[in-house]
């Protein structure tokens, strides 16, 4: 059975990094598109990022660029979100997607996603 799960979230103080993590049991990351997105309580869901299969290009909503960055862990079988220099407007539950897509773009629809986890940005 292929699934995802995010750990990593929690309460951290504006300014500070958090680092999440997206695992996946039953299939290899690698061969997958791998998307993060957000959700803050009363909003629509955002993209945040996501990591491409062919070439590893990674690409970012403007809200987040400079700031967050994704990558592959092959051998782990995960892909991360580092957080920097975080912000209240940051605090959302993340959740991780994946999609079979071969290509150095990232698509717009994902098949598989993990639970989410909480981000709490708040002194």
């Known amino acids: 059975q292929m699934q995802l799960g995010e750990s990593g979230g929690g309460l951290v103080q504006p300014g500070g990094s958090l680092r999440l993590s997206c695992a996946a049991s039953?299939?290899?990351?690698?061969?997958?598109?791998i998307g993060w997105f957000r959700q803050a309580p009363g909003k629509e869901r955002e993209a945040v990022s996501c990591i491409s299969v062919s070439d590893g290009s990674t690409y970012y909503a403007d809200s987040v660029k400079g700031r967050f960055s994704t990558s592959r862990d092959t051998a782990k079988n995960t892909v991360y979100l580092q957080m920097n220099s975080l912000k209240p407007e940051d605090t959302a539950v993340y959740y991780c997607a994946a999609e079979s897509f071969y290509s150095s773009s990232c698509p717009r629809e994902y098949s598989y996603w993990g639970q989410g986890t909480q981000v709490t940005v708040s002194s």
């Open positions: 039953g299939f290899t990351l690698d061969y997958y598109a």
